[in-house]
């Protein structure tokens, strides 16, 4: 089991910045990718950036491209989410999650509100 706990949410305005961080714990060796994924009201949940725990690849959808930046600290078994620029439409419940194959995120956090206003 891996257990995942997300902190750095909050109220901001259009074109502040935000950083999420996604602190685990339990079998993190078996981690292969962690991801970030948000949900917005009357939405489905969608994905918004992963990074390759080993290596630090990242990917990530097209609307955070050149404004979110995901990062990892393995010492810590921590990774982040800066986001900057934010934008009313970024505004969602923010979730962390891990993944041990590719592709399939079976461990999930309780989620962060991101809020962000015009």
């Known amino acids: 089991q891996v257990q995942l706990v997300e902190s750095g949410g909050g109220l901001v305005q259009a074109g502040d910045s935000l950083r999420l961080s996604c602190a685990a714990s339990?079998?993190?060796?078996?981690?292969?990718?962690m991801g970030w994924f948000r949900q917005a009201p009357g939405k489905e949940r969608e994905f918004v950036a992963s990074?390759?725990?080993?290596?630090?690849?990242?990917s990530y959808v097209d609307p955070a491209k050149g404004r979110f930046t995901i990062s990892r600290d393995s010492a810590k078994n921590t990774v982040y989410l800066q986001m900057n620029s934010l934008k009313p439409e970024d505004t969602a419940v923010y979730y962390c999650?891990?993944?041990?194959?590719?592709?399939?995120?079976?461990?999930w956090g309780q989620g962060t509100q991101v809020t962000v206003s015009s």
């Open positions: 990074i390759r725990w080993s290596v630090g690849s990242t």
């Open positions: 999650a891990a993944a041990e194959t590719a592709g399939i995120y079976k461990y």
């Open positions: 339990g079998r993190t060796f078996s981690m292969y990718t």
